[in-house]
């Protein structure tokens, strides 16, 4: 699909939706900044990749190999 097709694709999952926290993510996106993007993204992201990060530092990670073979089904190998 090319970008043109893409778009008027999102366009339309835009209008259709009725989902707040969408349009918040959407808008996040678009109004977000080179220096201070982090701070414009919404504060369920933000506890989200704060949760990540102290997973990490804990060491509660997965390696992307055991990753990629459990969804190995999925991606079509």
Same mark, same amino acid.
């Given at each position: 699909?090319?970008?043109?097709?893409?778009?008027?694709?999102?366009?339309?999952?835009?209008?259709?939706?009725?989902?707040?926290?969408?349009?918040?993510?959407?808008k996040a996106a678009f109004d977000? !900044? $080179?220096?201070?993007?982090?701070?414009?993204?919404? =504060?369920?992201? /933000?506890?989200?990749v704060a949760k990540g990060l102290?997973? !990490? $530092?804990?060491?509660?990670?997965?390696?992307?190999? =055991?990753?990629? /073979?459990k969804h190995e089904k999925w991606?079509?190998?």
């Amino acid at each position: 699909m090319d970008i043109a097709s893409e778009k008027i694709e999102l366009v339309k999952k835009i209008l259709n939706t009725t989902d707040d926290e969408v349009i918040n993510h959407i808008k996040a996106a678009f109004d977000s !900044s $080179a220096d201070d993007w982090y701070e414009h993204l919404p =504060e369920q992201i /933000k506890l989200s990749v704060a949760k990540g990060l102290s997973q !990490s $530092a804990k060491g509660q990670t997965i390696p992307h190999s =055991e990753v990629m /073979k459990k969804h190995e089904k999925w991606l079509g190998k």
